[in-house]
Structures are given as C-alpha cells and as structure tokens.
C-alpha cells in the first residue's frame, strides 16, 4: 500500500502538484507510524524512508531548492544504512538515484555522477541509473564514461523496440562518440 502513496507523491510532486504530493506523504507518514505501532520495524523505517523523499520532491516542487537537496541527501543516506529484504528486489525508485536527478535539474552535474554510481554500485542494472550517469557525464564533457553509461543503458534495453526518448539520445551519442 506504501508504494502506491509513494509513487503518487513522487508524480505529483514531479509534475508540479505539490498539494497531492503532500496528501499522499501524509499517507506515507500515516503508514510508517502505524508499521512502527505494530512493532513492523523494517517496513516502518522503507515508508519513513519512502516519505522523506515524497517530502524533498514537494520541497523541490514549492522552489526551496536548498532544502530539498539537503532533505533529499538525507533521505539518501537512511536509505543507505537500511538493510535489503531478502524477499522484496530493492526500492522501487532508489533515493540516492533519485537525488542524483534532483542534483543534475540543479546543475551540478559532478555531484549527480557521483549520486548514480553510487546507486549503481548498490543496485546495479537500473535503467534510470545509466540514464542519469550518462546525461551527467555528458554534462561534464566525459565522453567516455557518458558513452559507456549509454551503452549500458542500450544493452539493458535491447530487444525493446521502445521509442523512449532516452534511447533515442543514448542512440544518437553511441553513434557518434
């Protein structure tokens, strides 16, 4: 149920709803506090983590730049100490990975890269992931790890005749670098 709340914060946020951003965050909170009530630690602290970054995007959404990397570093860095389920694949949009994009929308590309590698090496194959750390090493001017990234993200996509507009610019620069 958490993920739902979790990835309806996120789109609303991302589009610039900051009002239904907050009501599902307030959802997540509702959630975490009564996981935590039923002693459901583990599963308390992934919708505590989960509402943390509903509360960076909506931060990010309202124009309080600042805050929002700060609270979205954070959120990253408890995601970081929580331990993985052995039975659930791993965060549905990891933070770390998430932070990278919001650092990237800022400008600061160095600090995006490191973002996504470290997302990377914590969980490898994300689509996003390379997506990011491609898009930021270009921003750098590191043709070579931008390209590289960018061949990952075409190896993890192949025999997808998808026509997503990252692959198309993931094409484009393997191509031509």
Do not use: C
């Not at 009530?37 to 308390?44: C, G, N, P, Q």
């Not at 994009?101 to 470290?118: P, S, T, V």
Request: avoid cysteine.
């Amino acid at each position: 149920m958490a993920i739902s709340h979790f990835a309806r914060a996120l789109g609303s946020a991302r589009s610039g709803d900051a009002p239904a951003a907050k009501t599902e965050a307030t959802e997540l909170a509702q959630i975490r506090d009564r996981l935590r009530e039923a002693k459901s630690d583990y599963w308390a602290t992934q919708a505590d983590v989960q509402a943390q970054v509903a509360n960076a995007w909506i931060l990010y959404a309202d124009g309080k730049y600042d805050e929002a990397l700060n609270a979205m570093s954070a959120a990253a860095d408890a995601e970081d100490k929580t331990e993985k389920s052995p039975v659930t694949p791993g965060p549905l949009a990891p933070a770390r990975e998430l932070y990278g994009f919001m650092l990237l929308d800022r400008g600061k590309a160095g600090q995006a890269l490191a973002a996504f590698e470290a997302t990377q090496a914590k969980e490898p194959n994300r689509f996003n992931g390379y997506a990011g750390a491609a898009k930021a090493a270009e921003a750098l001017g590191d043709g070579a790890k931008a390209k590289a990234n960018y061949e990952k993200l075409l190896a993890l996509a192949s025999g997808s005749d998808s026509d997503r507009p990252v692959l198309a610019v993931a094409r484009s620069f393997v191509a031509s670098n």
